[in-house]
């Protein structure tokens, strides 16, 4: 069976010096030849925001300066890639009118997807802060997806208790504990989805354990490029044995599908 496959989980860059791979000296990547690698593997489509890296981040007066800049960037990426690219943007609870602003601009845009929010490069912490709370409310008003970091277990928990008409995508399951109380918010709320990026899928029996709990219809394909190899998490949901091809249909595509109305 072959499947159409999404990534939902990407950062991809336009500057070379913005490409987060710690091993990028040695994979030839550039923006010209991402869509090729994502090609490769037989993946369509990818989602997610732009992120500078950390050494690079003391170029801004101020963090919504950059975050600005990571916004721009992406909408320059749609440009370039079409709908090859699903363009995230970024907020910030310390900047609220020009967070608002940006929601509404990027709605105007067709824009929905928020995130991946990543606090700890862009200066905040608080998922549970009243001022991000604000920003969640106004992006439940304009429909908006918010694909965020995992980050402080009972500050997720707030934020989803305290909001369940958003809708959220947590990214990285994490080791047996983390992946437990991702599963206890999407009991929560039904709005609650993970991606598989980063660390957890290669824990034997992860996958089929929440499909067994959940369902199949919240888990969504990423893989966090250019940090991790996308063909890792590939694998990691082509070849697993113990989950069928309807699933692992609804994990590459359809989930995300209906997720951003694509």
Known sequence: MAFEIIDFHTHPFIDPVNNICNHKDYCGMSPENTREIFAKLGI???CGSVVCGRPHSDRFSS??????FNNDTALALREMYGDFYVPGFHIHPEFPEESVSEIRDMHKKGIRLIGELVPYMDGWKDY???EFSALLDEAGRHNMVVSFHSSGDDEMDEMV???RDV????AHPGEYNALMRHIERMKMSENYYLD????GLFRYGMLRRIIDDIGADRVLFGSDFPTCNPAMFLGGVLFDPLITDTEKEKIFSTNAKKLLGL
């Open 44 to 46: 369509s489509t990818i």
């Open 63 to 68: 963090s919504w300066e950059k975050i600005r």
């Open 128 to 130: 549970s802060c009243g």
């Open 161 to 163: 208790r305290s909001h």
């Open 167 to 170: 809708v959220f995508v947590a």
């Open 196 to 199: 598989l990026s980063g660390t």
